[in-house]
């Protein structure tokens, strides 16, 4: 099994009376659970639908929820949370100093957990355990284990991740290393590869990330309506690219003299001169897009080769 130790870019504490009920509102995923240590996946949208932000939600108790976000920055989610507040009692406070995240994939969960006596989370939930908060991540498919601890799960997690590389249970690896496994599940990451101008629709959020039975929320309508109506226009795959790093991205793609699409990122796969990447491709080329490859430059050599 793999791990890499990072850290979240964003936890943000939730509280005060009205903190699920303003949540709910805010929040594309269905956050009106029964009882404590609930956690569930999902978005801040804009009235349009796009994607402003992600997040785990993990429901400490009736008044408390930590917010936890791999790459939003702290200051613009908590802009983004108080934006609607009136007269909601409701706080944000920042509490990313002092918080890690252990993400581990590729092994078997239940035989880690049985040997290092730690519970696996059931569902949308989180686990309470000595070496940190356990819930089902979203980075790999099928989902990796992340572990958010804080100073108080130092030492206990310390000595479960020495004693793991010791056994040779776990492997160490680095922040590309993970970035690779992502972009090969298919996993966006937010806002650096979707952002303030794509619909979850074209990133597969829909499923896991949206709840279209819920009550009113920031995006509803649009989310909705493209819902009832299908098909988007465009969409987020992983690529395979035949060359180095672009200069810069996101970066155009052509299909002939057709711009068919951009690379969102790009990561390395180590000494060869290519990388792996997500690309936003036109879902009418498609086709031809796989059939073919793109290329960085109008009738170019191919080089980006969608799966």
Known sequence: MFAHHHHPAAVILASGEDSLAYLQSQWSSQLDWQGENQATYGLRLNRKGRILADGFILRKDDENFLIVSYDCPPANLIALLEENVVADDVEFEDRTDG????????????AISSQFAFTLPKGNSFAATEIGLIFWGRKTKPPNIDILADEEHTKALGKFLE???????????????????????????????MGPTELPQECGLEDGAVDFDKGCYLGQEVMARIHSMGQVQRVLLPATIKKESPETLPVDLFLGEKKAGELKSYFSHGSEISGAGMALVRHNLLPEIRATGLSFLPSDEPRIFIK
């Open 99 to 110: 918080h890690e995240i252990i993400s581990l994939w590729g092994g078997d969960h239940e």
């Open 163 to 193: 004693i793991a590389e010791q056994e040779e249970v776990l492997a160490m690896v680095d922040a590309n290393s993970l970035a690779l496994a992502r972009v090969e599940s298919g996993m966006p990451a937010i806002p650096i590869e």
